[in-house]
């Protein structure tokens, strides 16, 4: 790779954490300003990937791949700031990031498949754990089941395609199967006791892909 890609990563880099600060900066106090701030940040964000890959570099992608689930928290604190029914744009700017972390994470995999299994892991782990902190939470709770959900639609992809990884000597199922250890039970209580009964077809959805990971028979509809 090149010195001119290598600056090119750290400009973009730099970029995109100027545009998030801005944003979490401006929450709650001028919706406008940070649904700009964010705007331009998703136009960066593809750009700096993009130059990440073409480095061909591991530890830069993988950095890169981790600071997505970073600014998932920034992200997280920007929604918590900004009225329900203003807040859309962060919304679609998680799963805009989400996105473009799976895409990515397939790049890193083709070189290293065990370190991007266990960044996607590090990931699942860290939405149902925001989903655990905010189960109680009418509107975040609904935000945070679609960005899970986003996570596990994927699954199923990593098993098929990344079978040459192993975590710790764990296939990528069997390392799933851990991951996912109790994620069921946070999802069929506090979760949904707080759910609109419109999300739940969504909800069973990523209750049974759990379920499928954890070997389990899947279920036709939610336990009464």
């Avoid at 946070?186 to 759910?195: A, E, K, N, Q, S």
């Amino acid at each position: 790779f090149s010195r001119s890609d290598t600056s090119r990563m750290r400009r973009y880099r730099a970029r995109v954490l100027e545009r998030l600060s801005e944003a979490e900066a401006l929450a709650g106090r001028g919706i406008s300003a940070t649904q700009r701030a964010l705007e331009l940040y998703r136009a960066d964000m593809p750009l700096f990937y993009a130059v990440v890959e073409r480095l061909g570099d591991a530890l830069s992608l993988m950095d890169a791949l981790r600071m997505a689930s970073d600014h998932l928290k920034v992200l997280d604190h920007i929604s918590e700031r900004t009225d329900f029914e203003k807040k859309r744009f962060i919304t679609a700017t998680k799963i805009f990031i989400i996105d473009q972390q799976l895409q990515s994470l397939h790049v890193l995999a083709k070189q290293k498949p065990a370190e991007a299994l266990q960044i996607f892991g590090d990931a699942l782990q860290g939405r149902m754990a925001r989903i655990r902190e905010v189960a109680i939470d009418d509107q975040n709770n609904q935000e945070a089941l679609k960005e899970y959900a986003a996570y596990m639609s994927e699954t199923e992809k990593i098993i098929r395609e990344w079978d040459k990884a192993e975590v710790n000597g764990l296939s990528p199922a069997l390392f799933l199967k851990r991951i996912v250890d109790g994620h069921e039970e946070t999802l069929l209580g506090p979760v949904r006791d707080r759910l609109p009964v419109t999300l739940e077809e969504e909800l069973l959805l990523v209750v049974n892909g759990v379920r499928k990971l954890s070997e389990k028979d899947l279920l036709l509809q939610l336990p009464f």
